[in-house]
T-cell receptor, first 112, second 114 residues
Framework: RKEVEQDPGPFNVPEGATVAFNCTYS??????FFWYRQDCRKEPKLLMS???SGNEDGRFTAQLNRASQYISLLIRDSKLSDSATYLC?????????????FGRGTSLIVHP | DGGITQSPKYLFRKEGQNVTLSCEQN?????MYWYRQDPGQGLRLIYY???????QKGDIAEGYSVSREKKESFPLTVTSAQKNPTAFYLC?????????????FGPGTRLLVL
């Protein structure tokens, strides 16, 4: 089983739609979680951290489910500019080497 | 402005040639990383360094070498032993060893084989 798994998509949605992505992780001791956005031929950029209590930033909501070992990203009122690949990142427990694990990304295409 | 810079943006390698990709950061971060990304694929870790004068192999280190002589610099050499070097190379840094800090990425270098 891969350490971090994401549905590669693409998710093809109309403007204004609500779309959700999930990301599952295998290491139950994982400590911190992030969503990154990567535009075509660009570097990944941090979208938001994922906290145990869930967190919201404008149209974006991230949630963590430790019992089922997954994190989610919900995008409301999708914009054309939301089209990108969304990478899930899981950090291991503290101590020892600190190597984040990246999912392969979920592609989102928002169309008019 | 603080950030991570990578150069060149595009790099062409001839058969049997070693090439070096530059990565510099002025964020005062301890940890630095090199990743490789192939089309439609995720990021794969090549090397990482958590402190000056120390670095560790990642998942795909064969055919690559690094150095960390200064805190702000972490150059990657793609050697002739790397038979399939065409990819997008990303350098990243994070504030400290261990912990739960996020990573910051440079703009990347695209390496193409002639």
């Amino acid at each position: 089983r891969k350490e971090v798994e994401q549905d590669p998509g693409p998710f093809n949605v109309p403007e204004g739609a609500t779309v959700a992505f999930n990301c599952t992780y295998s290491n139950s001791a994982s400590q911190s979680f992030f969503w990154y956005r990567q535009d075509c031929r660009k570097e990944p950029k941090l979208l938001m951290s994922v906290y145990s209590s869930g967190n919201e930033d404008g149209r974006f909501t991230a949630q963590l489910n430790r019992a089922s070992q997954y994190i989610s990203l919900l995008i409301r009122d999708s914009k054309l500019s939301d089209s990108a690949t969304y990478l899930c990142v899981v950090n291991p427990a503290s101590g020892g080497s600190y190597i984040p694990t990246f999912g392969r990304g979920t592609s989102l295409i928002v169309h008019p | 402005d603080g950030g991570i810079t990578q150069s060149p943006k595009y790099l062409f390698r001839k058969e049997g040639q070693n090439v070096t990709l530059s990565c510099e950061q002025n964020l005062n971060h301890d940890a630095m990383y090199w990743y490789r990304q192939d089309p439609g694929q995720g990021l794969r870790l090549i090397y990482y360094s958590q402190i000056v004068n120390d670095f560790q192999k990642g998942d795909i280190a064969e055919g690559y070498s690094v150095s960390r002589e200064k805190k702000e610099s972490f150059p990657l050499t793609v050697t002739s032993a790397q038979k399939n070097p065409t990819a997008f190379y990303l350098c990243a840094s994070s504030p400290e060893q261990g912990g739960s800090e996020t990573q910051y990425f440079g703009p990347g270098t695209r390496l193409l084989v002639l």
